[in-house]
């Protein structure tokens, strides 16, 4: 398991060996090549987005000109309560446009 900080939720997130694999199956255009890109992603997003399907999930997202001819790559992190502190990664993935959830934080 890796803990990757995330600023924008005062705490580390957790990447689990299984939620690596799963990404790695799914989006092998991501893992395991720019892996860094996940850890940099919510080290410094463009923006946090709100999930429209999972309320307790953000959309993590930076754009990357030299990724692939230019792609978002998104983090899907869900946290626990409040008290909790507990957040994690469920996947990540590239897009070319960000569809899914109402932006919560946008880059000045």
């Keep these: 398991?890796?803990?990757?900080?995330?600023?924008?939720?005062?705490?580390?997130?957790?990447?689990?060996?299984?939620?690596?694999?799963?990404?790695?199956?799914?989006?092998?255009?991501?893992?395991?090549?720019h892996r860094d890109r996940i850890a940099a992603t919510l080290a410094e997003p463009d923006q946090v987005r709100r999930s429209v399907r999972f309320g307790s999930a953000r959309l993590f997202s930076r754009w990357y000109t030299d990724l692939r001819g230019g792609k978002h790559v998104v983090v899907v992190v869900v946290s626990g309560p409040v008290a909790s502190g507990h957040h994690w990664v469920i996947t990540a993935y590239l897009a070319r446009k960000l569809a899914e959830g109402e932006a919560e934080w946008k880059r000045s």
């Design 1 to 33: 398991m890796a803990l990757l900080p995330c600023p924008y939720l005062h705490a580390e997130v957790d990447l689990s060996a299984e939620r690596e694999r799963h990404i790695a199956e799914r989006h092998p255009d991501l893992l395991p090549t």
